[in-house]
């Protein structure tokens, strides 16, 4: 009898902090959204106010048309930094993003990435911040920017509206039951 008591005070315990950590969801890609958006804010804001030294470092790295892409790639990483904070078009950004971290990946970082994944080297693949950037990136263009966003915000405001898969965009399910 004492056996099945406990069970079922493990049995609460156990939904009273599934219910605690369920309402705290929302942190989750809060925080990943600020921490991302503002590294990518910032390294944008440097890259325009650097813009010859990038173009320069560009053309070292081989990158085609170095002027047109270090001004794409500055302009995406400032206003795509500022629109993840605030959580606005999140999945687009994320993705575009995550394309800029592949190819930084493949170009700047290639050797410190290719590195990181033997036996051998003291660092691993986290180490290399563009690989850690694009796994972020890909949490938020696959999961969505959570429901302290502007994306979620304009989803309520327009009375959700959307197609099933629209509403997975903005609120990481198309199952009308699991929105808040």
């Known amino acids: 009898m004492a056996g099945i008591a406990r069970l079922g005070l493990v049995r609460r315990l156990h939904a009273a902090a ?8 929302f942190a989750a890609p809060l925080a990943t ?9 910032h ?7 650097n813009f010859q030294r ?12 170095p002027a047109a892409n270090a001004g794409f790639v500055s302009t995406l990483e400032l206003v795509g930094g500022v629109l993840l904070i605030a959580g606005l ?10 394309g800029s971290m592949v190819v930084a990946l493949l170009t700047a970082d290639k050797q410190a990435f290719l590195a990181s ?8 693949p986290t180490d290399v911040a563009s690989f850690t950037m694009l796994l972020f990136l890909l949490w938020l263009a696959l999961l969505g920017p959570g429901k302290a966003s502007l994306d979620h915000l304009v989803f309520r405001l327009t009375g959700g509206r959307n197609t099933g898969a629209s509403r997975a965009v903005v609120t990481g399910t198309a199952d009308p039951a699991k929105q808040g």
């Open 18 to 25: 599934i219910g605690f950590l369920e309402r705290l969801a």
């Open 33 to 41: 959204r600020v921490v991302v958006g503002f590294t990518f804010m």
């Open 43 to 49: 390294t944008g804001w440097g890259k325009l106010h």
């Open 54 to 65: 990038t173009v320069e470092f560009f053309t070292s790295l081989g990158i085609p048309f």
């Open 89 to 98: 078009g999140t999945r687009l950004f994320a993705a575009a993003l995550s």
């Open 117 to 124: 994944w033997s036996s051998t080297s003291e660092t691993t």
